[in-house]
């Protein structure tokens, strides 16, 4: 199985500020990776996936980089919506995975 | 709208068993694949398992964690994903999620907002 591992597990940030998450696949997973967010008591929502191709009403300010193992997703301009958790996922095999979860707390 | 509503979570003991539903609507039901991801209270997320379309033979994919006990099934005449659980586990807690996944794009596109499934004596 192909693991999965994010960092940091927790981020506190001020408005306005730029943050990064990063993520590494056990092995090479092309650009077969998507993040999501996730709100309290909600379903997550994927932002970006494929090296910057962002969803439909994603803002441009999360971008995403990286292919192979290592990936990171980057928020600018923080603002008190964009708290959350933030998850990795590879879907280059099977089975999918997820990395643990970067908890973004607005400070 | 794409919309994907889960339901048949509830409070069952160690050992026994749930069918879970994902009732779709607003989509062409038999186009993706779909999936069940679930989240353990206060975890992270789990893909559970996933169905292929027709097109692809309806064939299906688990986590090894729930291979033999739970299987994944679809009735695309009814617009409707099922999960038979079995032998269920106390580490099964967690809320179920639906999800759609279109071909040709990464997986869980549309996801519903899930059933609580509580597996406790």
């Known amino acids: 199985d192909i693991q999965m591992t994010q960092s940091p597990s927790s981020l506190s940030a001020s408005v306005g500020d730029t943050v990064t998450i990063t993520c590494r696949a056990s092995?090479?997973?092309?650009?077969?990776l998507v993040w999501f967010q996730q709100k309290p008591g909600k379903a997550p929502n994927s932002l970006i996936y494929?090296?910057?191709s962002s969803q439909s009403g994603v803002p441009s300010k999360f971008r995403d980089s990286g292919s192979g193992t290592d990936f990171a997703l980057t928020i600018s301009s923080l603002q008190p919506e964009d708290f959350g958790t933030y998850y990795c996922?590879?879907?280059?095999?099977?089975?999918?995975?997820f990395g643990g979860g970067t908890r973004l707390e607005i400070k | 709208e794409v919309q994907v509503v889960e339901s048949g979570g509830g409070l069952v003991q160690p050992g026994g068993s749930l069918r879970l539903s994902c009732a779709g609507s607003?989509?062409?039901?038999?186009?993706?694949?779909m999936d069940w991801v679930r989240q353990a209270p206060g975890k992270g997320l789990e893909w559970v398992a996933r169905?292929?379309?027709?097109?692809?033979?309806?064939?299906?994919e688990y986590v090894a964690s729930v291979q033999g006990r739970f299987t994944i099934s679809r009735d695309d005449s009814k617009n409707s994903l099922y999960l038979e659980m079995n032998s269920l586990k106390t580490d099964d807690t967690a809320v179920y999620y639906c999800?759609?996944?279109?071909?040709?794009?990464?997986?869980?596109?549309?996801w519903g907002l899930g059933t609580l499934v509580s597996v406790s004596s």
């Open positions: 999800a759609v996944s279109y071909t040709g794009r990464p997986p869980f596109n549309y």
């Open positions: 607003g989509f062409i039901f038999s186009d993706p694949h």
């Open positions: 169905i292929r379309n027709k097109v692809n033979s309806y064939k299906t």
């Open positions: 092995q090479g997973i092309s650009n077969s």
């Open positions: 494929g090296a910057s």
């Open positions: 996922h590879q879907y280059k095999s099977y089975p999918f995975t």
